[in-house]
């Protein structure tokens, strides 16, 4: 775990205090509204990145809708607004990166139990 959150971001390879970070997004057109929210594995620079361009995205297209985008709109924004002022601790990971960094190991660890090996050098066709 500490080696993912002392590690080098995914996104842009500085090393720092990565952890799991939310941004909230909207689209609208017309009679279809689309909304909702990315968890991001990364650093502080990335995730404002990322969160700068969903609220700049929900603020152009969001408002769009009837009757969603109307509603859903100022809700995603503030919800990036707060996610942007009031980031994770950087002392140490958060439980919901603990968690998302868990499921993806296990789900690793499946998914290469699933894959069948050959032996002796032999393929499975063969």
Known sequence: MQSVYRGPCPR???TGSID???SHFVQS?????????????????CALKRQG???LQSFLLGW?????????TPIQLLRNGYAM???PNTTEPS???????VERVLRQAIENQAQPTATNGRRWNE
């Open 20 to 22: 799991l970070h939310q």
């Open 12 to 14: 842009c390879k500085e």
């Open 29 to 45: 057109f017309i009679l279809l509204t689309r909304w909702g929210t990315n968890e991001l594995i990364c650093c502080r620079r």
């Open 95 to 101: 439980e919901a990166f603990q968690r998302v960094v």
């Open 64 to 72: 769009w809708g009837i009757p969603f985008g109307i509603l859903m």
């Open 85 to 87: 002022l009031f980031p």
């Open 53 to 55: 361009g969903d609220v």
